[in-house]
């Protein structure tokens, strides 16, 4: 399950078939392979050899996507690191990846340049950018990669268990964790979710979020192994991505809540310039179904919701079990398991709230040379997800909420997504966010954010007021009621309640 066979596979059965479109730049298989082949070859010619690490700090760009497919051919590992990475951070990442070639454009060289002198292991010359800039101390992209089109580097062999990428996703202790995936795991990636999202070769899929993140892989890995075409935005923005749409017939997309929010207020969202789409994906965070509600309603039949970890474990609502199960965050795939565990790691009733753990084939070896925390993630293959939900007779999963997200207020738990639910229903609430802050008598205590929709009147204190006379419990009651312009949020799109938290403490 060689990742870097996809592509010569498709120049040779389909060489005329889109394969990526960023911008105004079209590329068929033929031609996405013969780019990848000299990015490649341009990489052993810089001496990088099997399993070395190559990161990456760049926006969607077309070279971020050639990189992931180039180390690929070479047996190499990527490392995508967020483009709002900084100073000490972005040191430990590439120091703790082993990191030995780092790509990136001119807008970083500032941010890169005061800490070369900390990473040694990047030799001269690795240090590469994008977009042809002739600065000091970096090698032209375009330049390393003037190689010969034609030549595959096949002579590599790979095999299932080779490392792919490493992936980093934040830890509750603040340590980096680095999540590595096998060309197995993502061969994985390729065959479940073409099946679970019903993806063909003819399929068009349109991504507007991160590619560093995750969740782009749920269709990148898709879309390139079935030969389908892959339409990248540079970033979200609600109204080109209908336009693009309407005009490139897409047929499936994925997003966060956030952006859906940002979808359903835009004036030219309507089943006539959406109706091509088979497949609306929303992942990364659970989904008020208020939002829910109203996208079904405006766009009925297409609606699929993912609940899942970086680490390996998914579930799945398709757009054909919404009516019956619509609070759910759906069933595990084929060759998933899931329990509901305890504190003591064993498996409670139907119905009762306890740790989201599961397995399947896209389960991580672990975090990279971070053993220690593996062994607590990973307890005899199944994953701990550290997520809190609960199981119908069924086997749906319901989210109840993120662990590390819980607020215990006078010894109770309170759990963020219910009084999210019902803020939501606010005519003048465009999104919330609910979080704990310290109290002095209770322990924790909420607090909601909130954005609202422009011309509005309603106050904080009448919000609040509204809010906690519909919550169903007193230790529900919000404790303040905060407007934002906009909340701080991941490159992924994610909310980051820790930091509005942070402002409170």
């Known amino acids: 399950m060689n990742l870097g066979t996809l592509l010569t596979r498709h120049a040779r059965?389909?060489?005329?078939?889109?394969?990526?479109?960023?911008?105004?730049?079209?590329?068929?298989?033929?031609?996405?392979?013969r780019s990848v082949n000299r990015l490649a070859n341009a990489f052993l010619d810089q001496g990088i050899r099997k399993r070395d690490k190559i990161a990456t700090i760049l926006p969607n760009c077309l070279e971020l996507f050639e990189i992931y497919w180039a180390v690929a051919k070479i047996g190499a590992v990527v490392v995508p690191l967020s483009p709002l990475l900084r100073g000490s951070g972005l040191v430990s990442l590439l120091t703790d990846s082993d990191t030995v070639m780092?790509?990136?454009?001119?807008?970083?060289?500032?941010?890169?340049?005061?800490?070369?002198?900390?990473?040694?292991?990047?030799?001269?010359?690795?240090?590469?950018?994008?977009?042809?800039?002739?600065?000091?101390?970096?090698?032209?992209?375009?330049?390393?990669?003037?190689?010969?089109?034609?030549?595959?580097?096949?002579?590599?062999?790979?095999?299932?268990?080779?490392?792919?990428?490493?992936?980093y996703s934040s830890g509750t202790t603040g340590l980096p964790k680095g999540i590595v995936h096998t060309h197995y795991v993502r061969a994985m990636y390729c065959t479940i979710f073409s099946s679970s999202y019903r993806i063909s070769p003819e399929s068009v899929i349109l991504h507007s979020g991160s590619i560093v993140f995750n969740g782009a892989f749920l269709t990148l890995m898709p879309a390139m192994f079935l030969g389908a075409t892959y339409i990248l935005h540079p970033q979200f923005n609600a109204e080109k991505m209908i336009e693009t749409i309407q005009k490139e017939r897409v047929t499936h997309v994925d997003v966060v809540p956030a952006q859906v929010i940002a979808l359903?207020?835009?004036?030219?969202?309507?089943?006539?310039?959406?109706?091509?789409?088979?497949?609306?994906?929303?992942?990364?965070?659970?989904?008020?179904?208020?939002?829910?509600?109203?996208?079904?309603?405006?766009?009925?039949?297409?609606?699929?919701?993912?609940?899942?970890?970086?680490?390996?474990?998914?579930?799945?609502?398709?757009?054909?079990?919404?009516?019956?199960?619509?609070?759910?965050?759906?069933?595990?795939?084929?060759?998933?398991?899931?329990?509901?565990?305890?504190?003591?790691?064993?498996?409670?009733?139907?119905?009762?709230?306890?740790?989201?753990?599961?397995?399947?084939?896209?389960?991580?070896?672990?975090?990279?040379?971070?053993?220690?925390?593996?062994?607590?993630?990973?307890?005899?293959?199944?994953?701990?997800?550290?997520?809190?939900?609960?199981?119908?007779?069924?086997?749906?999963?319901?989210?109840?909420?993120?662990?590390?997200?819980?607020?215990?207020?006078?010894?109770?738990?309170?759990?963020?997504?219910?009084?999210?639910?019902?803020?939501?229903?606010?005519?003048?609430?465009?999104?919330?966010a609910v979080f704990g802050v310290p109290h002095e008598k209770w322990g924790e205590t909420p607090v909601a954010a909130v954005i609202l929709h422009q011309q509005v009147s309603v106050t904080e204190e009448e919000l609040k007021d509204w809010i906690n006379k519909r919550v169903e419990a007193t230790y529900q009651r919000v404790h303040k009621v905060v407007f934002m312009d906009d909340f701080p949020r991941s490159t992924a799109g994610k909310t980051l309640k820790r930091i509005m938290r942070e402002k409170f403490i």
């Open 13 to 33: 059965f389909r060489p005329d078939h889109t394969a990526v479109v960023f911008q105004d730049k079209r590329l068929a298989y033929f031609e996405l392979n």
């Open 102 to 167: 780092l790509i990136t454009n001119k807008a970083f060289v500032e941010i890169i340049d005061p800490i070369r002198i900390e990473l040694p292991a990047i030799a001269a010359g690795r240090y590469i950018l994008t977009d042809g800039s002739g600065i000091a101390g970096y090698l032209n992209y375009n330049e390393i990669k003037d190689h010969s089109p034609y030549r595959n580097p096949e002579e590599i062999e790979i095999s299932d268990q080779d490392p792919y990428n490493i992936i």
């Open 264 to 432: 359903l207020n835009s004036p030219r969202f309507s089943i006539d310039s959406l109706k091509s789409i088979e497949m609306f994906l929303c992942l990364g965070a659970p989904l008020l179904k208020e939002h829910k509600d109203e996208l079904n309603r405006r766009l009925p039949g297409r609606f699929y919701e993912l609940y899942g970890l970086t680490e390996g474990f998914v579930t799945i609502l398709d757009k054909n079990d919404y009516a019956a199960k619509p609070t759910s965050v759906g069933c595990p795939p084929p060759f998933f398991e899931m329990r509901i565990m305890d504190e003591k790691h064993r498996e409670v009733p139907i119905g009762v709230v306890g740790e989201i753990v599961g397995r399947g084939p896209i389960l991580m070896p672990g975090y990279y040379k971070r053993p220690d925390l593996t062994a607590k993630a990973i307890i005899d293959g199944w994953l701990y997800s550290g997520d809190l939900g609960y199981a119908d007779e069924d086997g749906y999963l319901y989210l109840v909420d993120r662990k590390k997200d819980m607020i215990i207020s006078g010894g109770i738990n309170v759990y963020p997504k219910d009084i999210e639910e019902i803020t939501a229903r606010h005519p003048d609430v465009r999104e919330v």
